[in-house]
């Protein structure tokens, strides 16, 4: 493998090491060459300032009404994950078949009932609550 760095004003800095290879620098250069001979072309560095910037208006994630709106909805979704899918509250110790089977299949209505009508509205309430004031960009 052969990487070339390009070309330094200082000539007396010794030569970096990168892994087990050694690196050497060539003048006028700004390409590496790997042992495939596949070649990468160096740019200027680029400003920082520049790329956050257009980070920061491309991404969601760090604006506060996302990040609100997250943490209501991962309530949201804690609370259903801690309902009870089967009904076995205060049951005494035995039971019909048909009877269990109503139980079980009343609470499984119940739980869908809130996620289809109640959780689906809770979600879009704090999507629209957390989004309300938030402008282009």
């Avoid at 250069?29 to 560095?45: G, Q, R, Y």
């Avoid at 980070?55 to 994950?81: D, G, H, M």
């Amino acid at each position: 493998m052969k990487l070339v760095l390009p070309p330094d004003l200082d000539k007396e800095k010794p030569v970096p090491v990168f892994g087990m290879v050694e690196l050497e620098r060539m003048t006028g250069t700004k390409e590496l060459t790997f042992i495939n001979e596949k070649k990468f072309h160096l740019t200027d560095p680029k400003d920082f300032t520049e790329i956050f910037k257009d980070f920061c208006f491309a991404s969601l994630y760090i604006k506060e009404e996302v990040i609100k709106a997250l943490q209501l909805i991962r309530t949201q979704c804690n609370n259903v994950l801690e309902m009870e899918v089967f009904y076995f509250k205060e049951l005494p110790e035995t039971l019909r078949l048909e009877e269990f089977k109503h139980i079980q299949d009343s609470a499984t209505s119940q739980i869908l009932y809130h996620l289809k009508g109640g959780w689906v509205n809770e979600l879009e309430s704090i999507i629209k609550k957390q989004f309300e004031e938030v402008g282009k960009g």
